[in-house]
């Protein structure tokens, strides 16, 4: 009931707003497009500061003529007179020390961009409101994003449909290798050492690889370009999971010189709990690093970066059955088989990760109209994920893989007047270790995989209305794997007579194998994009991709522990290849705005994991999925608009739609993100401490396309074994989410500080998201309070 009294406060709240004012926003940069953060907005005695990313908001400025004051240090001052009736977009960019101005863009009268790739951004406000949350979470703002999970601290991101090896993320310009084939592997990075997050939907973006079938996700630093020191440090409280989280940063900007970034999280967390009980075993920890270090001239820079992040996360203890008879009941119920007090402690099963990222970057200017850039990298992975096991073998991980990737790479850049050209090169080595002190086989066998590539990308812009762009891209991969296999197992597959080439030794009831692949991978874009007055756009993109199959799809064999499933790859499997249309029409208004991008994806052996049946083993019963092959069609729609509804008050609508065929089989496809929408009001006060309240709503429709691969189990009833439905296909309901948040901003001493309030499923909603992997066995997580405190220094 207190719950429906505060809506009721809000709506009204809402509803009785009536104000004759406006807002400025806009993005402030230098001449390079790069932003200037902590850029000085004047009108008045009103006033507001750039973020790093560059952007600003200026509330409940009176309507009329308005004087404009935009200033930064060693830059010029744009001071000018605006008419101000309604919401206005302000973007300037500020030439390095001129007295005047060089340059101010309205945006609505831009000229059209030369690329015609479509890149939706993570608002860094966005970014820090997920601070003690993760990459994925955050990425659900954007409409087409939905989220593959295990449990709830392990989240992917999916881009229409699609996620893992299809969906590479890129954190600092280097290409993130954590073993990301698994689907309950989420990528290792702190969300809190993201200054801008991207998102690219779609094979569009070839500088970063061929095989992004699915989209791209960009993760960069926080870069500050003037002469300061800034920090930043943010405390989250959390109702669910009884823990917290910290994160605190420091910036030093130059403009030339040394700069230099420096940061740490550290985020602690105990079980958590659905409505009606404890979900034994979730909690989560994790202590994080990340610094940069930058040496500025005026025609080159080098930089060194380095990133550590370590966590430990707790599997549901639900996950894991003991017989066959309890696999069956635990799915078939829908009740837990273990719930037990709450705690702190994490125990088997869990996963341990530690991820390090180094890297040295050397940019040059070779002309006024050209760049190059080197690049190299190293990463360092290592994954052990512990099972349920006794005795001498308590402490010891069942799957205790490290993987180490050297990668280097040039991109030249040319860009004059209405034309770009990029062309670059690439190189990479991996070496993947299987340790055997587990004493159990492992999942994934060790493996060097030697990959290289180059790239050319044109673009023009033909009028001030249409650009286009092209793009062509090669990539050679060979993969070098040493196998066991169970002799038993070699003939259940079929491999008998198709790949006696791979046998190099018997082992009596094994064989030892060395399976060899090569690829040569052919992917290609082609995009324009038409600007038909000052406020429509229409960008169409169509793109080949290929992708390889993962070591995963080859190779996989066993108890994937973390996920409490027997997984089986398969040494047939071929690469994907996928041919996406797709495009987008924007319109930008200042009291009505929208995007919608509808898209088709034909991709030809599509590979999916397909449930089979269950296999009883030495550790309990445990489904069986199998990676099969067969092509398939995506298409969908995403949705986005915003309204504004009066001057303090926006309404905004997202929903995403995904259909996706087994073109063979003539059946949908499994795993496809159900149909979503989102609604939230935004409303903003008429104050000087940018005081808002927000309330959202989720409804995410039951998911009535799905393959049936149930299956049947043998179970013991009254001494017999009699043969059990096993419901593994059936989507759960549909379910509705309510969330509100509210914050203001306030000055302590000299410390500009935020305060924001978050509830999160306000009505304790019990739901099974059908993309979650333990969905099986437990519901997910109930109402959350979140207290957050950041503090800018």
Do not use: C
Request: charged share 20%.
């Amino acid at each position: 009931m207190r719950f429906n009294i505060l809506l009721l406060f809000v709506l009204v709240a809402i509803s009785n707003s009536t104000y004759s004012q406006s807002t400025l926003s806009g993005r402030v940069t230098d001449t390079k497009n790069q932003p200037l953060d902590g850029a000085h907005i004047h009108i008045g005695e009103r006033h507001a500061l750039s973020n790093p990313a560059g952007t600003y908001e200026l509330h409940n400025i009176s309507n009329g003529q308005q004087r404009v004051v935009i200033s930064y240090i060693g830059y010029s001052t744009l001071d000018t007179i605006m008419d101000i009736h309604e919401d206005v977009v302000l973007n300037a960019v500020l030439k390095l020390q001129s007295t005047q101005l060089e340059e101010v863009m309205l945006s609505e009268s831009a000229r059209v961009s030369k690329s015609a790739v479509v890149k939706q951004d993570v608002k860094l406000i966005t970014l820090e409101k997920y601070s003690s949350a993760t990459l994925g979470d955050a990425l659900k703002e954007i409409p087409g994003v939905y989220s593959l999970k295990t449990g709830n601290s392990i989240v992917k991101p999916v881009i229409n449909g699609l996620h893992s090896s299809r969906v590479p993320v890129l954190v600092n310009n280097v290409r993130l290798e954590d073993q990301q084939w698994g689907t309950e592997h989420a990528p290792n990075l702190d969300i809190n050492s993201a200054g801008k997050v991207s998102v690219i939907k779609g094979a569009s973006a070839l500088q970063y690889g061929g095989d992004a079938i699915g989209g791209l996700v960009l993760v960069e630093p926080v870069s500050v370009l003037k002469d300061t020191l800034y920090g930043r440090s943010i405390v989250s409280l959390n109702s669910n999971g009884r823990g917290s989280s910290i994160t605190s940063s420091l910036h030093k900007g130059a403009e030339k010189g040394w700069a230099w970034n420096a940061g740490g999280t550290f985020k602690y967390f105990g079980d958590r709990e659905a409505p009606d009980y404890i979900l034994s075993n979730t909690g989560n920890r994790e202590g994080n690093f990340f610094g940069d270090v930058k040496y500025i001239a005026d025609t080159y820079d080098l930089s060194a970066s380095y990133s550590f992040y370590n966590a430990t996360i707790g599997i549901a203890s639900a996950t894991h059955i003991g017989s066959t008879a309890d696999l069956a009941n635990a799915i078939n119920s829908g009740i837990p088989a273990v719930v037990n007090p709450f705690t702190y402690n994490i125990k088997a099963p869990k996963q341990e990760i530690q991820h390090h990222l180094g890297k040295l970057n050397f940019n040059t200017d070779l002309s006024p109209f050209s760049k190059l850039a080197l690049q190299y990298a190293f990463q360092l992975n290592h994954r052990k994920e512990f099972d349920i096991r006794r005795g001498d073998d308590r402490n010891k991980a069942a799957l205790d893989l490290t993987l180490i990737t050297h990668s280097i790479q040039a991109d030249w850049k040319y860009e004059k007047d209405d034309n770009s050209l990029k062309g670059g090169v690439s190189f990479a080595m991996q070496n993947n270790e299987a340790s055997p002190d587990t004493g159990i086989r492992p999942l994934i066998p060790n493996y060097n995989r030697t990959d290289a590539g180059a790239y050319a990308i044109a673009a023009h812009r033909f009028t001030n209305s249409f650009s286009a762009e092209a793009g062509l891209r090669y990539d050679f991969s060979h993969v070098d794997a040493d196998k066991f296999y169970q002799k038993s197992r070699w003939t259940s597959l079929g491999y008998e007579g198709e790949f006696d080439n791979f046998i190099v030794a018997d082992y009596g009831t094994q064989w030892l194998t060395n399976p060899t692949f090569t690829y040569n991978n052919i992917s290609a874009s082609l995009g324009i994009n038409k600007q038909f007055n000052s406020n429509w756009e229409l960008f169409a993109n169509a793109g080949l991709a290929m992708r390889n199959p993962n070591p995963s799809e080859l190779f996989s064999d066993g108890l994937h522990h973390s996920n409490g499933t027997i997984e089986l790859g398969d040494l047939r499997t071929q690469k994907e290849e996928s041919y996406k249309l797709s495009t987008t029409l924007k319109k930008q208004g200042r009291i009505f705005s929208f995007e919608v991008t509808p898209y088709a994806n034909f991709i030809s052996n599509f590979i999916f994991l397909k449930p089979t049946g269950a296999e009883y083993t030495i550790r309990g019963s445990f489904p069986v999925y199998q990676y099969t092959q067969n092509d398939a069609l995506l298409t969908g729609v995403d949705f986005h608009s915003d309204v504004y509804l009066g001057k303090h008050l926006k309404y905004s609508l997202n929903m995403a739609y995904v259909h996706g065929t087994n073109r063979d089989t003539d059946e949908p496809l499994i795993d496809m993100p159900p149909f979503i929408m989102g609604n939230s009001l935004l409303y903003t006060f008429n104050d000087r401490h940018n005081s808002y309240l927000e309330l959202n709503s989720q409804a995410v429709f039951k998911q009535n396309r799905y393959p049936n691969y149930n299956f049947y189990a043998d179970v013991p009833q009254d001494g017999e074994l009699v043969p059990v439905l096993v419901d593994v296909s059936t989507p759960p309901p549909g379910y509705h989410l309510l969330n509100f948040s509210s914050g203001m901003d306030f000055t302590l001493g000299k410390t500009l500080t935020s305060v924001s309030f978050t509830v999160n499923n306000i009505f304790n909603t019990s739901y099974r998201d059908y993309l979650n992997r333990q969905r099986l066995y437990t519901d997910d997580i109930g109402r959350n309070f979140i207290l957050q405190l950041k503090f800018n220094y």
